[in-house]
């Protein structure tokens, strides 16, 4: 399967540490996207990359937050000093340059719970 | 900031009864429209987009969706529905030069066989 890979599935921290996921996206897609999704409600925004740049980012994505994509390739979404209100699914999703907006493809996402 | 309501949070059928999931958006300009679904235990899969040209579009599996621009509409509907649709189904909007999705809250369902 050569869609979007994000690791690791889960993970369970204690409140205060730093986390980093990972996302890699399909090969040929040079678009990036983080989303947070909670218990209940759809994905959220929270940033978006073409080729290394990050052209856009949510409020959500306050300064404990940073994002990289350091050869237009993988990314990876760090998390400074974890919070309860942190929990939640991370998702990464991809999708190729053309006319008009390409549909995105998402990942299994990545399960943070903060204890 | 644009939002996206999905009315129904769940949905219960028995096979065979037709489907039709409420989705609208608040956005006033022009809009890029989608419904994801989300089978338990599976990623986001994409089932069908409007970008413009026939407001009516056709997905997989026998979905589709009307957009209505009127009402804000961008209804799901499948005539007749599987056990193997119970999934959960989100309603997604894009502004035309934007790259960000805004999505609903989701609605799940649950078909009885």
């Known amino acids: 399967d050569t869609g979007v890979s994000q690791d690791p599935r889960h993970k369970i921290t204690k409140r205060g540490q730093n986390v980093t996921f990972r996302c890699d996206p399909i090969?040929?897609?040079?678009?990036l996207y983080w989303y947070r999704q909670t218990l209940g409600q759809g994905p959220e925004f929270l940033t978006y990359f073409q080729n290394e740049a990050q052209l856009e980012k949510s409020r959500l994505l306050s300064d404990r937050f940073s994002a990289e994509r350091p050869k237009g390739s993988f990314s990876t979404l760090e998390i400074q000093r974890t919070e309860q209100g942190d929990s939640a699914m991370y998702l990464c999703?991809?999708?190729?340059?053309?006319?008009?907006?390409?549909?995105?493809?998402f990942g299994d996402g990545t399960r943070l719970s903060i204890l | 900031a644009q939002s996206v309501s999905q009315h129904n949070h769940h949905v219960i059928l028995s096979e065979a009864a037709s489907l039709e999931l409420g989705c609208n958006y608040s956005y006033g300009g022009t809009v890029n429209l989608f419904w994801y679904v989300q089978y338990p235990g599976q990623h986001l899969q994409l089932l069908l987009k409007y970008f413009s040209g026939d407001p009516l579009v056709k997905g997989i599996k026998g979905f589709e969706a009307e957009f209505i621009k009127s009402k804000f509409s961008f209804n799901l509907r499948k005539p007749s529905v599987q056990w193997s649709d119970t999934a959960e189904y989100f309603c997604a909007v894009m502004e035309n030069a934007g790259n960000m999705l805004t999505f609903g809250g989701g609605t799940r369902l649950m078909v009885k066989p």
């Open positions: 999703a991809s999708s190729s340059t053309g006319a008009g907006s390409q549909p995105q493809h």
């Open positions: 090969s040929e897609h040079n678009r």
